[in-house]
Structures are given as C-alpha cells and as structure tokens.
C-alpha cells in the first residue's frame, strides 16, 4: 500500500505538488494517506483528496483534527473518512 504523507500547511501549492505522486500511485492498491500533521487545508487539497477517495482503489486517509474539523465544516467528513469501506481512518 503506497503511502503518501501531507505537510502540516495542505494549500493549493502542496495539492499542486503532490497530485502526480498520486497519480503515480494509482494502480498499485489501496492509497495510504497521512495527514495527521495538516494543520492547515484548503480547498485544492479537498478536492484531491474526494477524488483520491473516488479513483482507482479508493484511499484511505488518516486525518488530523484540523482536517477532520474542516472536513466536517463543509460537509465532507462521511465523504473522505466514513461509508463505504473505500477509506476512512485507521
């Protein structure tokens, strides 16, 4: 399982700089996702994420509680972290 790590500051920069790793990453099982030090998180790094969650073999992503905080914020926590087996945290 491959496993990509977030900085603590998840702008649209850091979405820009690690979406090819991702995309790199598809195909080879489940993504990983550590975001346990994202301290910060935009909406660019959302939107990679829901698609992570949403392409391949899905991702699993293990939030910090800023992230999860956001995430509930905007409606998104049972779309990234909760359902359908996909991803959530672990």
């Not at 979405?15 to 935009?42: F, Y």
């Not at 699993?60 to 926590?77: F, W, Y």
């Given at each position: 399982?491959?496993?990509?790590?977030?900085p603590?500051?998840c702008?649209?920069?850091?979405?820009?700089?690690?979406?090819?790793e991702?995309?790199?990453s598809?195909?080879?099982?489940?993504?990983?996702?550590?975001?346990?030090?994202?301290?910060?998180?935009?909406?660019?790094?959302?939107?990679?994420?829901v698609?992570?969650?949403?392409?391949?073999?899905?991702?699993?992503?293990?939030?910090?509680?800023?992230?999860?905080?956001?995430?509930r914020?905007?409606?998104?926590?049972?779309?990234?972290?909760?359902?359908?087996g996909?991803g959530?945290t672990?």
């Amino acid at each position: 399982m491959p496993t990509i790590t977030l900085p603590s500051r998840c702008d649209r920069a850091a979405a820009e700089a690690l979406l090819p790793e991702m995309v790199a990453s598809l195909g080879s099982g489940p993504l990983h996702i550590d975001a346990r030090e994202c301290t910060q998180i935009g909406l660019a790094m959302l939107q990679v994420l829901v698609s992570a969650r949403h392409t391949g073999e899905g991702a699993m992503i293990e939030p910090s509680t800023s992230l999860r905080d956001t995430a509930r914020q905007l409606g998104l926590e049972a779309e990234l972290f909760d359902g359908d087996g996909r991803g959530g945290t672990l």
